[in-house]
């Protein structure tokens, strides 16, 4: 079985930016990563994983994180022009 291939510099570069989009999200939100976790359902070391770009979430997670801080899945993922892409 062949394994998957791994991702290229691009993808990882916009896996930490959506990481940090979803930080200061939260972070607007006043919420900790506990707090989120607790309403997610999601432990805090995966989360942290996600925010710090170093893990590649599923949709169904992306949608858990979006209803615990109580905002549009498309604020979690949303570019800024600034980030480039």
């Known amino acids: 079985m ?3 291939t791994p991702p290229d510099d691009r993808v990882i570069t916009r896996r930490r930016q959506v ?3 979803i930080r200061r999200v939260r972070e ?3 919420l900790t990563q ?3 976790c607790g309403r997610s359902g999601i432990d ?3 989360y942290s994983r996600i925010e710090q770009g170093h893990s590649a979430p599923l949709l169904d997670t992306l949608i ?3 209803d615990a801080i109580g905002v549009p899945l498309s ?8 980030l480039g892409g």
């Open 64 to 66: 858990r994180i979006a």
């Open 2 to 4: 062949s394994r998957p």
């Open 28 to 30: 607007q939100h006043h």
């Open 75 to 82: 604020d979690l993922v949303r570019e800024s022009s600034c």
């Open 44 to 46: 805090v070391a995966t």
């Open 19 to 21: 990481g940090e989009q």
């Open 34 to 36: 506990h707090e989120v």
